[in-house]
């Protein structure tokens, strides 16, 4: 069972890069956005599915980490691929400083505060903070990505760029979700009561899990700011937030390949009923409901843990 699904994932990975080849730009970009998007979903689902802390503002986060990019890009002229580890701690020390005082809350209490969070920094950009993020024109002239002294330019281009951090993405977090840590993790999202009375500090690692979702959605930030070169607040709006809990929610909360299958869904396939604009949401939304009573736990929920009988602590997974 386990080398089928790795020989699906082999076919899988190898159809993705021979796509540019074989699409046109339209669809080629599409694919450039999926993949901005499965950096995001994965980043929030260190939170979300990992810990199981209800958090509806990852926007916020994704622009800290394009604002930070465009405003150092343009006023400094750095290189923009060198802004990645910047725009991350500044995303990152952002979270750090608003889910210190809301770590203990639970649930809904949680979620609603977050919402808050996302709509007060769109609120903030459009009015211009310290004058220097454009107001509602937003911010532009960013430059392009260099990468081995080539600029990057073309969706092709823009996409083995994207995809090649996405794929550096799956791997650090399969490690992080198969540490002691990400373990710590999915005992508080089972039950963070019992977890906190098996010795973990669970305030400290919701806290973490938190800045680390955070710095990474940083991270895209500056992706999008370079593909795109102009960025403005409209587009890291509460919407964002919806459609990355949504693809974490469908996918699976806690699976690296749910997730993955989650944003196709999402983001890629209403690309090919776009001449039914008005009727998609409807029938995605019917979708939605249809899952959440009969597949609670998403389309590709991660799979069981089978332990060793000799005691060891590395977890197989199930068959």
Known sequence: MKNKR???YLVFTALLMASPAMLNRYWTDVLNVVGLYVMLALSLNIILGH????????????AVGAYTTAILNTTCNLPVLWLMPVSGLLAGLFALVIARPIIHLRGDYLLIVT???????????????FGITGG?????GID???VFGMKIRT?????YLIWFFVAVTIFLFHKLEHSRFGRALNYIREDDVAAAGSGIDTAHYKLIAFVIGAVWAGFCGTLFAAK?????PESFNFWESVLLFMIVLLGGRGSIPGVILGTFLVIGLPELFRQF??????VFGAVMIGMMIFRPEGILPPQPRAYRLDGSAEPEEAA
């Open 6 to 8: 790795w020989i699906v």
């Open 155 to 159: 969706p092709a281009q823009f996409f």
């Open 228 to 232: 795109m070169t102009i960025i403005a």
């Open 115 to 129: 919402i808050g969070f996302v709509e007060i920094v769109r609120i903030a950009l459009i009015n211009n903070v």
């Open 144 to 146: 392009r990505p260099t």
């Open 277 to 282: 604009a008005t009727a998609r949401m409807l």
């Open 136 to 140: 509602a024109n937003g911010i532009f």
């Open 51 to 62: 810990c199981g802390m209800f958090h509806m503002g990852h926007a916020a986060f994704y």
